[in-house]
C-alpha cells in the first residue's frame, strides 16, 4: 500500500509523451487517501541527491493536463548513470524525506538504478515501493511489446521520410537520413512505414542489429541508382562493421565522446557527412544530401501518436496501481493482446534493467538493408490511424509534336 510520501523523476533522453507519464502517476497518486504529499525530482537523480523537489501535491488538475499534453521532460532529466555509491545517496535523501514510494519513469539505465536503489532499501530495512515507468524512443526495453515515446518518435520518422522522399523524387539523387538508435534499429526501421508505391523510399535502411560493410551499401546504393535513378537511405547512428566498431569511429577523423564514455553518435552530422562522402566520391554521384535527425526525433510538437499519448498516461496510473496493491517493486511493461491491445503487466525490476532489447529477425529483410511486411504490421497500430498518406497524378500524357517518341 502506498503510504508517506510518493517522488516521482524522469530520466533519459525527453518524448513527446513522457509527461503523460507522469501526470497519470501524479493524479492516481493524489487520489490514494494514505499519501501525504507527491514530490518530483528536478532532473532525475541528480535533483534527488541534491534534493531539488517540487510540490506536485500543489498543482491544479487543470495545469497538469496542459503540462500532460506537452512533449519533453518538465520536471527536467539526466544522464547520470548512477552506481552503488550514488544510489546509497539516493536512498539517504528518500528516508530524510520520508519518501515510502519512488516512481523512476526512464529507461533501462533507469530502471537499473531502482533496481539498486530498492535492493540498499530493502538491506537497510527501510519500507520503501520502487516502481519503475518504461519510456524510450528506441524501443529496446526488454519485457515490452513496445516503450512509450517510441510510437510518436516513429511517427515523426515515417512522415519525415515520407516528406524527403517527395522530394527527392522532384529533384533526384542520394539522400541519407541518420536516425537514432545505438544498438536497436527499431526507430531508423520506422522510416520505411510511410512507403505507399513501389518505388517509394526509403529504398534502402541499415540497422545496428546487422554488420554494415561499406562495399555492400556503395553496391546498394548503385544499383539503385540504376534501376530508379535516385536514392533515399534511412541509417541507423549505430550501425557497425562485422567487429562491432561503430562506422562513425572508422569514418570520422575526430570524435566526440558521451557522458558514458561512448563515441557521440546523434547530433553531429557526422555520420551522415562521411557516408556521404563516400558516396560522392566512390560512386561519383554528384546531388547527394545527408541530415541528422536528432533531437528532432524526441519531443516534435504536434507529431504525437494518440495511442501513444493514451498508453503513456496509462503507465503511470497503472505504476500506482501496482504499487498500492501488488506489495512489490517492479518495472510497467507492455503487453500486446490480440489483433491490437495493450496489457499492463508489473516485471521483476531485474527482467528489464541495463538490458538492451532488439529487433526480432522476423522484422529484417534477409537481404539485410530493408524490413519486412511483419514490421509494417507490428508498427501501424502504434504511430495511429490518421497518419497522412501521399498521392500521385495519374499522369496522362499529351503526345510529342517537335520531337515525337521513337
Same mark, same amino acid.
Given at each position: 500500500?502506498?503510504?508517506?510520501?510518493?517522488?516521482?523523476?524522469?530520466?533519459?533522453?525527453?518524448?513527446?509523451?513522457?509527461?503523460?507519464?507522469?501526470?497519470? /502517476?501524479?493524479?492516481? =497518486?493524489?487520489?490514494? @487517501?494514505? !499519501?501525504?504529499?507527491?514530490?518530483? *525530482? %528536478?532532473? #532525475? &537523480?541528480?535533483?534527488?541527491?541534491?534534493?531539488?523537489?517540487?510540490?506536485?501535491?500543489?498543482?491544479?488538475?487543470?495545469?497538469?493536463?496542459?503540462?500532460?499534453?506537452?512533449?519533453?521532460?518538465?520536471?527536467?532529466?539526466?544522464?547520470?548513470?548512477?552506481?552503488?555509491?550514488?544510489?546509497?545517496?539516493?536512498?539517504?535523501?528518500?528516508?530524510?524525506?520520508?519518501?515510502?514510494?519512488?516512481?523512476?519513469?526512464?529507461?533501462?539505465?533507469?530502471?537499473?538504478?531502482?533496481?539498486?536503489?530498492?535492493?540498499?532499501?530493502?538491506?537497510?530495512?527501510?519500507?520503501?515501493?520502487?516502481?519503475?515507468?518504461?519510456?524510450?524512443?528506441?524501443?529496446?526495453?526488454?519485457?515490452?511489446?513496445?516503450?512509450?515515446?517510441?510510437?510518436?518518435? /516513429?511517427?515523426?520518422? =515515417?512522415?519525415?521520410? @515520407?516528406? !524527403?522522399?517527395?522530394?527527392?523524387? *522532384? %529533384?533526384? #539523387? &542520394?539522400?541519407?537520413?541518420?536516425?537514432?538508435?545505438?544498438?536497436?534499429?527499431?526507430?531508423?526501421?520506422?522510416?520505411?512505414?510511410?512507403?505507399?508505391?513501389?518505388?517509394?523510399?526509403?529504398?534502402?535502411?541499415?540497422?545496428?542489429?546487422?554488420?554494415?560493410?561499406?562495399?555492400?551499401?556503395?553496391?546498394?546504393?548503385?544499383?539503385?541508382?540504376?534501376?530508379?535513378?535516385?536514392?533515399?537511405?534511412?541509417?541507423?547512428?549505430?550501425?557497425?562493421?562485422?567487429?562491432?566498431?561503430?562506422?562513425?569511429?572508422?569514418?570520422?577523423?575526430?570524435?566526440?565522446?558521451?557522458?558514458?564514455?561512448?563515441?557521440?553518435?546523434?547530433?553531429?552530422?557526422?555520420?551522415?557527412?562521411?557516408?556521404?562522402?563516400?558516396?560522392?566520391?566512390?560512386?561519383?554521384?554528384?546531388?547527394?544530401?545527408?541530415?541528422?535527425?536528432?533531437?528532432?526525433?524526441?519531443?516534435?510538437? #504536434?507529431?504525437?501518436?494518440?495511442?501513444?499519448?493514451?498508453?503513456?498516461?496509462?503507465?503511470?496510473?497503472?505504476?500506482?496501481?501496482?504499487?498500492?496493491?501488488?506489495?512489490?517493486?517492479?518495472?510497467?511493461?507492455?503487453?500486446?493482446?490480440?489483433?491490437?491491445?495493450?496489457?499492463?503487466?508489473?516485471?521483476?525490476?531485474?527482467?528489464?534493467?541495463?538490458?538492451?532489447?532488439?529487433?526480432?529477425?522476423?522484422?529484417?529483410?534477409?537481404?539485410?538493408?530493408?524490413?519486412?511486411?511483419?514490421?509494417?504490421?507490428?508498427?501501424?497500430?502504434?504511430?495511429?490511424?490518421?497518419?497522412?498518406?501521399?498521392?500521385?497524378?495519374?499522369?496522362?500524357?499529351?503526345?510529342?509534336?517537335?520531337?515525337?517518341?521513337?
Amino acid at each position: 500500500m502506498l503510504h508517506g510520501k510518493v517522488l516521482i523523476a524522469q530520466g533519459g533522453g525527453p518524448t513527446a509523451v513522457i509527461n503523460q507519464s507522469l501526470v497519470g /502517476a501524479v493524479l492516481e =497518486s493524489r487520489r490514494v @487517501a494514505t !499519501v501525504e504529499r507527491v514530490y518530483g *525530482a %528536478l532532473n #532525475g &537523480v541528480k535533483g534527488i541527491v541534491g534534493e531539488n523537489f517540487l510540490d506536485l501535491t500543489q498543482e491544479t488538475d487543470a495545469n497538469l493536463e496542459r503540462v500532460a499534453d506537452t512533449p519533453g521532460s518538465t520536471l527536467g532529466s539526466t544522464r547520470d548513470k548512477p552506481d552503488l555509491k550514488y544510489c546509497q545517496e539516493i536512498l539517504k535523501v528518500l528516508q530524510a524525506h520520508g519518501i515510502g514510494t519512488f516512481f523512476y519513469i526512464g529507461g533501462n539505465d533507469s530502471s537499473d538504478t531502482l533496481r539498486i536503489v530498492s535492493e540498499q532499501a530493502r538491506a537497510s530495512n527501510y519500507s520503501l515501493r520502487c516502481v519503475h515507468i518504461p519510456k524510450t524512443i528506441d524501443n529496446d526495453l526488454m519485457e515490452n511489446d513496445h516503450t512509450p515515446g517510441f510510437p510518436s518518435a /516513429a511517427r515523426f520518422v =515515417s512522415q519525415a521520410f @515520407a516528406g !524527403v522522399n517527395l522530394d527527392n523524387a *522532384a %529533384l533526384p #539523387g &542520394v539522400y541519407v537520413g541518420v536516425v537514432m538508435g545505438r544498438h536497436a534499429g527499431f526507430l531508423t526501421a520506422a522510416a520505411a512505414l510511410g512507403r505507399k508505391f513501389p518505388d517509394d523510399g526509403p529504398h534502402l535502411v541499415y540497422l545496428p542489429e546487422r554488420p554494415f560493410a561499406m562495399d555492400a551499401f556503395l553496391g546498394d546504393v548503385k544499383a539503385t541508382l540504376d534501376r530508379i535513378g535516385r536514392c533515399v537511405v534511412a541509417v541507423s547512428e549505430g550501425i557497425h562493421d562485422a567487429a562491432g566498431t561503430p562506422i562513425l569511429a572508422l569514418l570520422a577523423t575526430e570524435l566526440e565522446k558521451d557522458a558514458h564514455g561512448n563515441v557521440q553518435l546523434s547530433g553531429t552530422g557526422a555520420l551522415a557527412d562521411a557516408l556521404t562522402e563516400q558516396v560522392k566520391t566512390k560512386l561519383k554521384t554528384s546531388r547527394v544530401r545527408g541530415d541528422t535527425l536528432g533531437y528532432l526525433q524526441r519531443s516534435f510538437l #504536434g507529431c504525437v501518436s494518440p495511442v501513444d499519448r493514451r498508453e503513456a498516461r496509462e503507465a503511470g496510473i497503472k505504476a500506482v496501481q501496482f504499487a498500492h496493491w501488488n506489495g512489490t517493486d517492479g518495472s510497467v511493461a507492455l503487453k500486446r493482446v490480440g489483433n491490437y491491445d495493450i496489457d499492463f503487466q508489473l516485471v521483476d525490476l531485474k527482467a528489464v534493467a541495463a538490458k538492451t532489447k532488439v529487433m526480432a529477425d522476423a522484422f529484417i529483410a534477409p537481404s539485410g538493408n530493408n524490413v519486412t511486411a511483419a514490421f509494417d504490421d507490428y508498427l501501424r497500430p502504434l504511430v495511429g490511424a490518421d497518419m497522412p498518406e501521399v498521392y500521385r497524378l495519374r499522369a496522362h500524357k499529351v503526345p510529342k509534336i517537335l520531337k515525337p517518341t521513337k
